[in-house]
């Protein structure tokens, strides 16, 4: 008797057809995938214009103001002298990913911080723009399970 196991078998036709829906949905999850990027830029976007969520981005150095007063440039927005990296963000998605991100080749640095400049002189403080809220994190689930159901 212990070496058999035991087998149970349940034959109800709805749950297997909500299963089967389920299996069908996950075989590309690209509409999903475009809403969460959607929820990703919408999210960069609402940090670019508050200039950080939750907690405020570090204030520009008073050498950088003073130069941007120079150049009429000030006062104005933090990483937005041009708006060349805002505009910079772009979204990908696909069957089984969401991305946002940034070509240009100073964008990191100003997301993550470190040392700039000529000989590395300059420390920026790290202004994280691809920064998700829980409040983000909430609706990418709901959005999910809102894919799983219908």
């Given at each position: ?6 087998e149970?078998?349940?034959d ?12 069908e949905?996950?075989?590309s999850?690209r ?26 981005w ?5 050498s950088?103001?003073?130069?941007r007063?120079?150049?009429?440039k000030?006062p ?33 640095i100003?997301?993550?911080g ?29 959005e ?7």
């Open positions: 008797m212990a070496d058999k196991p035991i149970i078998q349940i109800n036709a709805e749950v297997q057809e909500r299963l089967l829906k389920i299996a949905k996950t075989q999850l509409p999903l995938m475009k809403n969460i990027a959607g929820i990703m830029s919408y999210s960069t976007e609402e940090n670019f214009k508050n200039e950080g969520r939750p907690d405020k570090t204030d520009l150095a008073e950088t103001k003073k130069q007063e120079k150049k009429k000030w104005g927005q933090i990483l937005q002298v041009e708006g060349k990296l805002a505009a910079s963000i772009n979204t990908f998605y696909d069957d089984d990913s969401a991305i946002i991100g940034s070509n240009l080749d100073y964008a990191a100003h997301h993550l470190g040392q700039a400049g000529k000989n590395k002189k300059v420390k920026i403080p790290a202004r994280p723009y691809l920064y998700l809220s829980d409040d983000n994190f909430k609706e990418i689930l709901q999910t399970e809102k894919y799983l159901k219908d």
